[in-house]
């Protein structure tokens, strides 16, 4: 079984994670974790902080030789904006969970909720979700994702008008994106109990991403207004295919199980709660009306939103990888894939 705890505040020292269950035998560096960090600071409607920080990940444990070796792999993440002792706010912020956060913890000063909070953490999934992804490529599983919406239904040409205009505007937007898993075997997941479900697994791990508030699984919400006859995936064969669908409207999960077509995933991000323009509040210390505090921030993360999407969809199709075909060396996943191939 894969896991892992990450741990770290935005401005703090680092970010750190350890992943527990990466089987031995895996090619791994730097080098496959870095090129996501990167991607995951790109895209329309970064801040200021992006410029700042490059992300380089260290891995500290868990590789030798530039093998995983089964022991449980620490990674590193240093910030290089490291503000986390200075400050202090109290202007709550809406949108953000400083209210919430400030009285279940019983904190006066919003920066201790502000900071393990923030998205930052998000570059720790990445991370662990290319050695996921590094995973699954060795079993010719890729995991791909593409933003589609940025600020409801426009042509994709229009994005960057759009989102020049928001920033000038001190607005923010939203939008949706699409992870798409490739070459995953039919018989991941299972329907016999409900924590089981592949489709929960991941609805869950793409919902636990900072501001997505929606997710959807092939054709989901538009399901609901569909006859039966126009929704399902009617079931084929090929001598030399195999079983098949034509259509991939369930999203390649049925019954939570992956069912040999792609897996389709997607999640709509909601528009950045820190606006340049500050929103209507109240100040936490003195309970009077205040404008809410403003952070350096992003005014659209729906491109990070997808590589983080990848990373985390990652993370869960190579544990269920794993709990179907074993776990501790990549030796013995191929031949337990091997054979399950054949007998299919
Ligand atoms: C990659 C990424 C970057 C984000 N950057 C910001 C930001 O700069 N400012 C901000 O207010 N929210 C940002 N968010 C969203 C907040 O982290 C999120 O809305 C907030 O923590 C509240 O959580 P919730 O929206 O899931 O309820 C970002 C989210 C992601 C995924």
Redesign the pocket.
């Known amino acids: 079984m894969l896991r892992y705890l990450t741990a770290g505040e935005s401005h703090g020292k680092a970010l750190v994670a350890i992943l527990e269950g990466c089987p031995a035998n895996l090619p791994l560096s730097e080098d496959d974790i870095n090129p996501d960090l990167a991607r995951?600071q790109e895209g329309l409607g970064?801040?200021e902080?992006m410029k700042i920080e490059k992300d380089n990940a260290e891995i500290l444990s868990g590789v030798r030789e530039g093998k995983t070796i089964g022991s449980p792999i620490a990674i590193s993440l240093p910030n290089q904006s490291r503000n986390f002792f200075g400050n202090s706010f109290t202007k709550l912020?809406p949108?953000?969970?400083d209210l919430a956060g400030a009285e279940k913890y019983n904190q006066k000063d919003l920066r201790n909720i502000l900071e393990r909070?923030?998205?930052?953490e998000?570059a720790m999934r990445v991370a662990i979700g290319a050695i996921a992804k590094k995973l699954l490529a060795a079993f010719n599983i890729n995991i791909v994702s593409r933003v589609v919406q940025i600020g409801g239904e426009i042509k994709e040409k229009e994005w960057k008008a759009l989102v020049e205009k928001a920033t000038a505007e001190g607005d923010?937007l939203g939008g949706i994106f699409e992870v798409e898993i490739q070459g995953a075997p039919i018989g991941l997941g299972s329907y016999v109990h409900w924590d089981r479900r592949l489709d929960g697994i991941l609805a869950r791990a793409l919902m636990?991403?900072?501001?997505?508030?929606a997710v959807e699984i092939g054709q989901g919400f538009a399901a609901a207004a569909l006859p039966g006859s126009k929704f399902q995936d009617e079931i084929f064969h090929d001598q030399s295919k195999g079983f098949y669908h034509k259509t991939n409207r369930a999203g390649g999960l049925e019954g939570g199980v992956t069912n040999g077509e792609p897996v389709v995933l997607r999640a709509a991000?909601?528009p950045?709660?820190?606006?340049k323009k500050p929103l209507q509040s109240v100040d936490f210390a003195s309970k009077k009306a205040a404008e809410a505090f403003v952070?350096?921030?992003?005014?659209c993360?729906v491109?990070?939103?997808a590589?983080?999407g990848e990373a985390v969809a990652a993370i869960e199709i190579a544990n269920a990888f794993i709990e179907k075909f074993g776990g501790d060396t990549l030796e013995d996943i191929r031949s337990a894939y091997d054979s399950y191939l054949f007998r299919l």
């Open positions: 995951r970064r801040g902080r912020r949108g953000h969970v909070a923030s998205a930052r998000t923010s636990a991403i900072p501001a997505v508030k991000v909601k950045i709660a820190t606006l952070e350096r921030a992003d005014v993360a491109f990070p939103a590589v983080i």
